[in-house]
C-alpha cells in the first residue's frame, strides 16, 4: 500500500515570497490533515479536511496561508507571502474516516521549507 | 496552552535495558492517546495506542500505562534496541473527529 506522498521534499524562499506544498494522501482516505512542525515543537494541525469540506482550520493562519483539496483527494498548502516564523517541516497525514475515537493517522515524510 | 506535555527532551538507553517516557496532559476531555516514533527526515509512524477505559496496552516490546487521576501515561520500551532511537511523540484526542494534540516530543538515544 503506497504512503502518503508530499512535494517538494526542501525548499528555500525568501521572507514576503511564496510557496506551495502538494500532499496525495493514501487511497480511500476521506480525511487529509496538514500539520506544522517547528523546531523543538510537536506537530500542530493547521486544516482537516473531511473529503473536499474544511473540518477544523481555526488554527490556520489564514492571512497568509491557504488550502485546498479539490476532488476529495490531493490537497495543497499555500504561504503568501511567507515570514521568518513560517520555517518549520510542513506534515500532511490522511486517515480512513474521522466518525472513529481510536483512527489513527498516516503521516507523509514531510517538506521542510526554510524563510531567509 | 500546552495541554500535552512532555517534560524530558531527551532520554538516553543503554541496549537491553528498560527505556521509560512520560507524558502529562491537562484536557480531563482527553478519552484516547497515542503514540508516534519519528525518525529524522521521516513522517511521524503510528506505535501505540490507548483508550481512556483501559489502564494498560501492550504490543510486543511497547507498553502504554495511563493513570487518568494523575493525567499522566507513559510509554515503556523493554528491551531497547539501537532501532528504538528516535523521537517519540505523544498525542492525545478529545472524542470522536477531534483533532489530535501533540506533546513537544522526547528524544530517546539508545546506546550499545
Known amino acids: 500500500e503506497a504512503g502518503v506522498a508530499q512535494s517538494p521534499r526542501y525548499k528555500i524562499i525568501e521572507k514576503r515570497q511564496s510557496v506551495a506544498f502538494w500532499c496525495n494522501p493514501i487511497?480511500?482516505?476521506?480525511?487529509l490533515y496538514w500539520y506544522q512542525q517547528i523546531l523543538g515543537q510537536g506537530p500542530k494541525l493547521l486544516i482537516q479536511?473531511?473529503?473536499?469540506?474544511?473540518?477544523?482550520d481555526s488554527q490556520l493562519p489564514k492571512d497568509r496561508f491557504s488550502a485546498e483539496r479539490l476532488k476529495g483527494v490531493d490537497s495543497t498548502l499555500k504561504i503568501q507571502p511567507a515570514k521568518l516564523e513560517d520555517s518549520a517541516v510542513y506534515l500532511c497525514?490522511?486517515?480512513?474516516?474521522?466518525?472513529?475515537?481510536?483512527?489513527?493517522?498516516?503521516f507523509g515524510s514531510g517538506t521542510q521549507l526554510s524563510v531567509l | 496552552d500546552q495541554q500535552v506535555k512532555q517534560n524530558s527532551p531527551s532520554l538516553s538507553v543503554q541496549e537491553g535495558r528498560i527505556s521509560i517516557l512520560n507524558c502529562d496532559y491537562t484536557?480531563?476531555?482527553?478519552?484516547?492517546f497515542l503514540w508516534y516514533k519519528k525518525y529524522p527526515a521521516e513522517g511521524p509512524t503510528f506505535l501505540i495506542s490507548?483508550?481512556?477505559?483501559?489502564d494498560k496496552n501492550e504490543d510486543g516490546r511497547f507498553t502504554v500505562f495511563l493513570n487518568k487521576s494523575a493525567k499522566h501515561l507513559s510509554l515503556h520500551i523493554v528491551p531497547s534496541q539501537p532501532g528504538d532511537s528516535a523521537v517519540y511523540f505523544c498525542?492525545?484526542?478529545?472524542?470522536?473527529?477531534?483533532?489530535?494534540?501533540f506533546g513537544t516530543g522526547t528524544r530517546l538515544q539508545v546506546t550499545l
Open positions: 490507548i483508550s481512556s477505559i483501559k
Open positions: 498525542a492525545a484526542r478529545a472524542g470522536t473527529a477531534s483533532k489530535l494534540t
Open positions: 479536511f473531511q473529503n473536499n469540506g474544511v473540518v477544523d
Open positions: 487511497s480511500g482516505h476521506a480525511t
Open positions: 497525514a490522511s486517515s480512513f474516516s474521522s466518525g472513529a475515537t481510536n483512527e489513527k493517522l498516516f
Open positions: 484536557n480531563s476531555m482527553f478519552d484516547y
